[in-house]
């Protein structure tokens, strides 16, 4: 019997009319010893042990508000961690049509009492200290959660890794910079919040997951969309030195669009963004900031950056070395395919044309001449090859220079379109190969293809090689070649699993020489 019929024979989750029954619960675990107290989680079947809930921080509330993370206060007794904590305070996540459907979306109410992470272990203590994934979720800094479904993290520790997540403060909350909180900060610096918390549950990793047979020293953080973003930044963070091996990046950085007037912004405009915001809420000073409910906060918000704060992020600054690391993107990512909650705009010729010559500028008779669209039928695919190339130019040109700081860069591209008849138009959509990489597709309910779970096989196959030995590579796998900038390739991943290349020769040396810097901070 192949791994993926044993697991869909053992699999205790079932799908019953699109709803998601959890997994067998087979009993309660034995209790594991962390540095605040015991906690105890639930044994799920074939062997995987549950534990939610458990808080790496003391609530950020009153005058922890705005404030580093604390540590979580020492407890009496077992603490049973068998129910996810609270996400952060955020905007409500309605079902709605979209191609994020209700796996993608948490939906527990929200709270500013949310610093709590999950851990998933095949046991604890059995077969020797296993590697330890770190999931940092998206949500473009305004939303996301750890008890978003489709993050269960049951099937990859079920290929002997321990799979971590956790809460961290996003909106006002996570990044709200502000000259009283400057001033209060014993290292003259604000904002920056959401990423202090990644840090503090990438410490408490380190502190307390050996109890959990988990490797301290064999930690790779992965994240997708902000938490992509995250990712990166985690790995220009002094704060973060040391406390993770590798990184997985995955629809961020040398992919997504970044608009030029948010990248390395400063702390002193960041201060300004936020006595603006201040102001707006009526609150003139810090008491009275914090004076105001969470809800009153909520509103008015209109996101804010990462901010290169001098203490967090340094401008300017990289560390001399850097982690190895894996990135990537999807088909129609941000910035090339549709994300809205209604028809899809036709693209016409018209249209082509006028999105061209934002893309291409001057040179927009050389780009019409190396994306031709002989009329309306053929505008919709030229622009979107276009935009692909752009893309997949920009992430080749961010590994050519990352190599000279990591040891190894592996790139994919991602290009299995989750089965979604009634609604094509959101394509290979950002977001769409989480179900695959986290090995999910039961959590989702879709018409899958034996593709599919083929496909999840072998993306969490690569995913968890990858955070074992610094190489997706595995047995029976196809080979995933580590880049090269003189092999003008990227991996492929979906019903293909191959490397193929950036682009065409012609349209590679139009964009190599358009694109002066690649996408991102």
């Known amino acids: 019997m192949t791994r993926r019929l044993l697991r869909l024979f053992l699999d205790s989750s079932v799908l019953v009319s699109g709803i998601v029954l959890p997994a067998l619960l087979v009993a309660q675990s034995p209790p594991v010893r962390t540095m605040s107290g015991l906690v105890s989680g639930v044994a799920l079947s074939h ?70 992470l999950n851990v998933w272990t095949a046991g604890k203590g059995t077969a020797g200290l296993r590697p330890v994934m770190v999931w940092i979720y998206g949500g473009g800094f305004t939303s996301g959660a750890g008890s978003v479904a489709i993050y269960d993290g049951a099937a990859l520790a079920r290929q002997d890794v321990i799979e971590v997540n956790f809460n961290y403060r996003v909106g006002p909350f996570g990044f709200l910079a502000y000259p009283g909180l400057t001033a209060e900060s014993p290292h003259h610096s604000s904002g920056n919040y959401a990423l202090l918390d990644q840090i503090a549950a990438l410490r408490w990793v380190q502190q307390n997951i050996a109890a959990f047979g988990g490797n301290p020293h064999n930690v790779t953080i992965f994240g997708q969309s902000a938490g992509a973003f995250s990712v990166w930044l985690l790995m220009q963070s002094p704060l973060a030195r040391g406390l993770f091996q590798k990184a997985i990046i995955m629809s961020g950085q040398g992919v997504i669009p970044v608009s030029p007037a948010i990248q390395h912004r400063s702390l002193a405009a960041a201060e300004e963004v936020g006595e603006r915001f201040a102001a707006s809420l009526g609150a003139h000073s810090l008491a009275q900031l914090r004076a105001l409910t969470a809800e009153k906060i909520m509103q008015g918000w209109h996101g804010m950056p990462p901010i290169f704060d001098g ?149 969490s196959s690569y995913w968890t090689n990858f955070a074992k030995t610094g190489s997706p590579d595995g047995s029976g796998l196809p080979r995933w070649p580590v880049f090269e900038s003189k092999h003008l390739t990227i991996m492929q991943l979906g019903a293909r699993m191959e490397p193929i290349s950036v682009a065409s020769p012609a349209r590679l040396r139009f964009w190599m020489g358009e694109l002066k810097i690649p996408f991102g901070f």
């Open 311 to 459: 203490w967090v992020l340094r401008a300017g600054w990289h560390p001399p070395h850097e982690v190895l690391v894996t990135n990537g993107m999807v088909a129609d990512d941000i910035g090339i395919g549709y994300y809205g909650n209604g028809p899809a705009p036709a693209i016409t010729l018209q249209t082509y044309k006028r999105r061209l010559k934002e893309l291409c500028g001057d040179n927009l008779t050389t780009c019409l001449k190396l994306y031709p669209a002989a009329g309306n039928k053929h505008a919709a695919l030229a622009l979107r090859t276009a935009l692909q190339d752009r893309a997949r130019v920009s992430l080749y040109k961010w590994a050519a220079r990352q190599t000279s700081m990591s040891p190894q860069v592996y790139l994919y591209y991602f290009d299995r379109k989750i089965p979604w008849p009634q609604h094509p138009e959101y394509g290979v959509f950002h977001s769409s190969e989480l179900p695959y990489v986290f090995d999910n597709l039961r959590l989702l309910h879709r018409p899958w293809q034996p593709v599919d779970w083929r496909v999840a096989d072998v993306m």
């Open 47 to 116: 062997g995987i042990e549950a534990f939610k809930g458990i808080p790496f921080a003391a609530p950020p509330v009153g005058k922890l508000r705005w404030r580093p993370p604390h540590p979580p206060a020492s407890w009496q007794g077992v603490r049973k961690a068998g129910q996810f904590g609270p996400p952060c305070m955020q905007p409500a996540s309605p079902e709605r049509l979209g191609p994020w459907t209700r796996a993608f979306l948490s939906k527990l109410p929200p709270s500013e009492d949310c610093l709590y």
